[in-house]
């Protein structure tokens, strides 16, 4: 079969899909439970990289008659990572750094009184966004926390912004809707006669 671009063209670009999704084209939401160390507008746009999160279901080997079969296991939800630029007030670095005190206590060892508790944790939104500008698709990470605060490297060699990555432990997520997902697929019933 002969290739031709016009046909690669008219398959990829189509009247439902105008254009290949782009991965510069994302928004991020990140908000915890209590509103005290949620990004605001402004700081969202400073979410430099994120991912679309992942899932993964494990295998579960059961060994009979000398074979092993594989059955459906768990489904596991990997850790979803940010990467974030530095602004010279550090506020998005202070709101996470006090989100993980509420959660493990303060470095010289004191404690909040939601230490340990369910309310200290989020929520994560990312939504890839089209090139017309709507959002085509979102995904939320529930009950999500940051793992991991990385480090900012410094270098007198080096002139661009500061950016650091953070990881967020989340225990599932969901897909948001679209305008496809918002038909309905489920048959009206027939008028009865």
């Known amino acids: 079969m002969a290739f031709t671009v016009s046909e690669f063209k008219s398959n990829l670009f189509t009247k439902t899909n105008s254009s290949g999704a782009r991965p510069s084209l994302f928004s991020i939401l990140i908000n915890d439970s209590e509103s005290t160390y949620s990004f605001g507008a402004k700081n969202n746009v400073l979410v430099k990289a994120a991912e679309i999160p992942a899932a993964t279901i494990a295998p579960l080997s059961i060994n ?3 074979r092993a079969y594989k059955l459906t296991g768990f489904r596991t939800y990997d850790n979803w990572t940010t990467t974030i630029l530095n602004d010279e007030n550090f506020t998005i670095r202070n ?17 909040f009184l939601t230490y340990g508790k369910p309310e200290t944790t989020g929520d994560g939104t990312v939504t ?3 090139v017309d500008g709507s959002a085509k698709q979102s995904w939320k990470m529930h009950n999500m926390w940051p793992t991991e605060l990385g480090d900012i490297p410094l270098d007198w060699s080096n002139d661009a912004v500061e950016e650091y990555t953070v990881t967020w432990a989340y225990d599932f997520w969901s897909k948001g809707k679209t305008q496809e997902d918002t038909v309905s697929i489920i048959p009206t019933a027939a008028p009865a006669t």
Do not use: K, P, T, V
């Open 95 to 111: 709101n996470i750094m006090n989100w993980m005190y509420r959660l493990s206590g303060m470095a010289d060892g004191g404690h």
């Open 128 to 130: 890839q966004i089209g």
């Open 64 to 66: 009979y008659a000398g």
